[in-house]
């Protein structure tokens, strides 16, 4: 299996790495969970591999999020949306998204376990490098006004993706 022709789109997507995950977040309703796990899977795949190394480049970052993400809830969570529905939220046909799952489980020996221990790790690395990265920030506490203003956007846009998430519960998810 050639990784390289697996995972590498013809050219680079149009659609920057930030806002392919803001999406993935936005339609995917899975578990904040998942993406902890998503990211403990693409290290797996990248570092323990050692006859097909996987290299993130900017031709395949979008397919390996996806498919990682889609694992991740599959994985993880209870209820998931069908291949069908991820390949909607990745642009990529079902057909590619069911040949990158494939693969993807193929180069990591079909292992998905996380121990807690792991999760742990994985998360307070996370929570470390975010808060590092906030630092370099003013702070919104200094500047009321907009802190409020944030908030009620905030409050709006996580009414609206609880909205469209239950709106999405009964297509394309089982049980």
């Excluded at 697996?6 to 806002?19: A, C, H, N, R």
């Excluded at 999020?65 to 939220?89: C, E, F, P, W």
């Excluded at 990529?92 to 990158?100: D, G, M």
């Excluded at 307070?124 to 009321?144: C, D, E, G």
Aim: aromatic fraction near 10%; hydrophobic fraction near 35%.
């Amino acid at each position: 299996v050639s990784t390289q022709s697996t995972w590498d789109s013809l050219k680079v997507p149009p659609i920057g790495v930030s806002e392919y995950l803001q999406r993935i977040v936005k339609y995917a309703c899975c578990s904040p969970e998942c993406f902890i796990f998503a990211l403990i899977y693409l290290d797996r795949l990248i570092t323990q591999n050692d006859k097909n190394c996987v290299v993130i480049t900017p031709l395949n970052v979008h397919r390996l999020l996806i498919t990682s993400v889609l694992l991740a809830a599959k994985a993880r969570d209870d209820t998931y949306y069908s291949n069908a529905y991820y390949s909607a939220i990745g642009g990529i046909s079902n057909a590619e998204i069911n040949k990158l799952e494939g693969t993807f489980l193929v180069l990591v020996g079909f292992n998905l376990f996380i121990t807690p221990e792991t999760y742990e790790q994985y998360k307070t690395y996370l929570l470390q490098h975010s808060n590092n990265q906030n630092r370099a920030k003013p702070p919104i506490s200094s500047q009321p006004q907009q802190q409020a203003q944030g908030a009620a956007n905030m409050e709006v846009e996580e009414e609206e993706d609880n909205s469209l998430c239950h709106k999405m519960a009964g297509r394309n998810k089982f049980s």
